[in-house]
């Protein structure tokens, strides 16, 4: 279960970085079923599993946090058997667990006062608290015009759009991501999620920070929505993810190279708002 978690964070199956988190933090529950001798032991082998849990994708502020938050857990209690370190490791995969989405939804929820009815929404990449602020903005009788990029090459955006289509009164159109200053004149607002934010810069999916700079230019207000836990202000470098080729262009490149980032760093300037589970946030 650990290693092909690891294999499916590395291969970017799974996109949102919350669910990221809980994915990788459910996955040490396999340690519950193995065998261990001794404490020292467990404790070596939580270690290690954790770490190759967190270098499937480095960039991940919040699985990073998640899964050392567990080893942490445990280790400061100071277990004196197998057992006792098991029973707190899987008190402390639940609480981590319980967080990440309890924070995911105080964010959508917190959204909503910013949110109006009838507005025209762009929206990049897929991000699972943006679509809960939707589900819940139209359970409460919103309706939306949404614009959605496909968020290339991986085409992540085309996932939030079958996401938002079952959403009565919310109208859905699936555009390339470097149509976004065609449509941007006329929306009411830009939508994010974000991976992270360090050293005042928002990593998010690449093609975030064009949106962002052509919104600025438009005097369309960005909203950033997602855990606080992913504002991080120390105790994590930021390293950026380049993507196999293959997914730009499947043919062998001849005599010009191909480079494929998967997170681009927007300027947090360019934000008019960060809202997260605690409020609306300064950065």
Do not use: W
């Not at 400061?76 to 006792?84: R, W």
């Not at 990440?100 to 964010?107: I, L, M, T």
């Not at 300027?267 to 605690?278: A, F, G, K, Q």
């Amino acid at each position: 279960m650990i290693d092909e978690t690891a294999e499916e964070i590395r291969d970017m199956q799974t996109h949102s970085s919350s669910v990221v988190a809980v994915k990788a933090t459910r996955a040490l529950t396999e340690l519950l079923e193995r065998p261990f001798a001794t404490v020292e032991e467990y404790i070596r082998g939580l270690e290690r599993n954790a770490t190759v849990l967190r270098r499937a994708n480095p960039s991940h502020a919040s699985l990073q946090n998640a899964v050392r938050e567990v080893v942490h857990q445990v280790e400061d209690a100071d277990p004196g058997t197998v057992e006792e370190a098991k029973t707190l490791t899987e008190t402390a995969i639940e609480d981590v667990i319980a967080r990440v989405e309890s924070g995911k939804r105080r964010a959508a929820e917190n959204a909503l006062e910013t949110l109006s009815d009838g507005e025209t929404i762009l929206t990049h990449d897929y991000s699972s608290t943006v679509i809960e602020a939707l589900e819940q903005a139209n359970e409460r009788g919103m309706h939306f015009d949404v614009y959605v990029t496909e968020a290339r090459p991986r085409y992540i955006g085309r996932k939030t759009a079958r996401r938002l289509v079952p959403l009565e009164g919310v109208d859905v159109t699936l555009i390339t991501d470097s149509a976004h200053g065609h449509y941007l004149p006329e929306c009411t607002r830009v939508l994010l999620g974000m991976d992270c934010i360090v050293d005042g810069f928002l990593y998010n999916r690449v093609g975030t920070f064009p949106i962002a700079a052509t919104a600025a230019q438009l005097d369309v207000p960005v909203t950033v929505l997602g855990s606080a836990a992913k504002i991080v202000t120390e105790g994590f470098v930021f390293e950026n993810e380049y993507r196999t080729t293959v997914e730009v262009m499947a043919e062998p490149a001849d005599g010009f190279a191909i480079e494929n980032p998967a997170y681009d760093a927007t300027p947090v300037e360019l934000l008019e708002s960060v809202i997260t589970d605690e409020g609306e946030k300064t950065v």
